[in-house]
């Protein structure tokens, strides 16, 4: 058997990226600090001093659970991994890893483009390891097909197919507008909008099955 199609234990490499997961939230926490002496009372008002902090922070939480918790769903559903996989998963990590640093980068130039250009490149790696990883798996049957109907994998190339689209439009901004471009990767803007219209298409496309009722010619042939 060749080395790259060599299947993996797979719970052992999932283990090892939930560790180094919750490692990276623990380092962002890390960076949070006030810029009070040790002799100087402390007052409310210094609570807010470091709000960049906080801000920077509360982003990269966001974004290490958001990849998480898909790169979770994805795993669900992968029931093999070998080398070449394994290899995807690792280059994840690896920038899921180096976002406490651009993340602490960016506190405390917040409003300079060239803080917000590589922590969207950062978020964008991310995101394209991501999707990576599942089209690999794909193309592979790597994934229990049984378990996945097409609806599902739609809305899985959806998802992580905006994730991409959201950081590269974040990455362009960032250029000439990074406020704006931090503003797209906190609320993610563009993700969000496609969403509600997609999911309202299909509620209405679902109301317009139910309106419709059975067709009549399979009730007379019955």
């Not at 939230?25 to 210094?46: F, G, K, N, S």
């Not at 979770?72 to 995807?88: N, S």
Request: some cysteine.
């Amino acid at each position: 058997m060749k080395a790259d199609t060599f299947e993996l234990p797979l719970e052992r490499v999932l283990f090892f990226s939930d560790a180094i997961v919750a490692i990276a939230i623990t380092l962002l926490a890390l960076e949070l600090r006030l810029p009070v002496p040790d002799d100087q009372p402390l007052h409310y008002a210094d609570l807010l001093k470091p709000w960049h902090l906080y801000l920077a922070f509360l982003l990269s939480f966001i974004n290490i659970s958001s990849f998480w918790n898909l790169h979770h769903r994805l795993f669900i559903y992968i029931r093999k991994m070998d080398d070449r996989l394994k290899l995807i998963n690792t280059s994840w990590l690896f920038f899921i890893v180096t976002l406490p640093f651009v993340s602490s980068v960016l506190s405390d130039h917040l409003s300079d483009s060239a803080a917000v250009t590589l922590y969207t490149l950062n978020v964008l790696l991310i995101s394209l390891c991501q999707r990576l990883l599942w089209a690999y798996s794909v193309r592979h049957d790597y994934v229990d097909a049984p378990e996945v109907n097409d609806a599902y994998m739609s809305r899985i190339n959806l998802f992580l197919n905006l994730d991409i689209v959201n950081a590269l439009i974040a990455l362009a901004i960032s250029f000439f507008a990074p406020v704006t471009a931090f503003i797209l990767l906190f609320f993610k803007i563009p993700l969000m909008l496609t969403v509600f219209v997609y999911m309202a298409s299909v509620r209405r496309k679902r109301a317009e099955e139910l309106a419709v009722g059975p067709d009549p010619v399979d009730q007379v042939s019955k």
